[in-house]
């Protein structure tokens, strides 16, 4: 099997395994977090759980002295 083709069914086995997740976070009613972050703070998460997408923010950068494009993209990645 070629390089190209072992990509190739990486690929759609990936996709397959989205759609999956997909599926059942639907009709289960939850959303997958990724608990294995250790570059955000607990509190921070919680933040965003919670909806409060400035507050989460603005805790980052205080506590990490990240700058608002960095943490605005960061807090992107956790909604």
Do not use: C, N, W, Y
């Amino acid at each position: 099997m070629s390089d190209h083709t072992q990509i190739a069914d990486l690929r759609m086995r990936v996709a397959k395994l989205e759609r999956a997740v997909a599926f059942f976070e639907q009709h289960l009613g939850v959303k997958f977090e990724d608990a294995q972050r250790s570059d955000v703070s607990p509190e921070v998460l919680a933040l965003v759980r919670s909806g409060d997408k400035m507050g989460a923010i603005k805790g980052h950068r205080m506590l990490t002295g990240a700058g608002l494009k960095e943490a605005m993209e960061l807090i992107e990645t956790l909604e």
